[in-house]
């Protein structure tokens, strides 16, 4: 992504995991975010588009930006396991990458639904700095709710016209938790065209 992208290899639960970190250019470091990838049976990888735009927003705002790859994508050993293990593997490079300090996680698509349970599974006691939901998959999986402590950093993206997941999912989804989305419109799914926008609310949200 720049040339500060550096490649990881990480020890996983199904065995290596495939991760690239991108680090500011400059100035403080606020902390690590660690950022999920869409479905790995429909070409979802760390090098997916709104991945690479949502890893730009962070570094740009001075985090430093983990991608991996979910277990059985690219370099990363093992196979799919619906969500399960794939929460998993994102623990584990929290706690490679991430173990104390700062933290902030995003996901998009499926990796916005493993997200949610890894901010369940880390609890109260490891409540992350920001957390960004992009497309979230609620039409597909069961998606945790966001807990209440979290909502003020938490911003939930989703185009009016994603035809992958119907914004009506997204809104049954966060409706029961008073939960803010913040829908784009003329938008779809993959964000065709409309990135730049994207890294722009994205960076609004971290400044603020």
Request: proline residues 6%; aromatic residues 6%; negative net charge.
């Amino acid at each position: 992504m720049n040339q500060a992208t550096q490649t990881l290899s990480l020890q996983g639960e199904a065995g290596t995991l495939e991760a690239l970190i991108d680090l500011p250019a400059e100035g403080t470091v606020h902390g690590t975010a660690v950022i999920a990838h869409p479905h790995p049976l429909f070409g979802g990888t760390m090098h997916n588009k709104v991945v690479q735009t949502l890893a730009r927003a962070f570094v740009q705002s001075g985090w430093r930006a983990v991608r991996f790859n979910f277990r059985g994508v690219g370099a990363s050993a093992g196979t799919y396991d619906e969500g399960r293990g794939e929460v998993r593997d994102m623990l584990r490079v929290i706690d490679h990458m991430a173990p104390e300090g700062p933290l902030a996680l995003a996901g998009f698509s499926f990796g916005a639904f493993v997200t949610s349970h890894v901010v369940q599974a880390l609890g109260d006691q490891r409540l992350p700095h920001a957390l960004v939901l992009v497309g979230t998959a609620a039409s597909r999986f069961e998606v945790a709710a966001v807990p209440q402590g979290l909502h003020e950093r938490c911003l939930v993206l989703h185009g009016e016209q994603d035809d992958t997941v119907p914004l009506a999912s997204v809104m049954d989804w966060a409706r029961p938790q008073s939960l803010p989305i913040t829908v784009i419109p003329g938008v779809e799914h993959f964000f065709h065209g409309q990135l730049p926008l994207l890294k722009s609310l994205v960076t609004r949200h971290l400044k603020s």
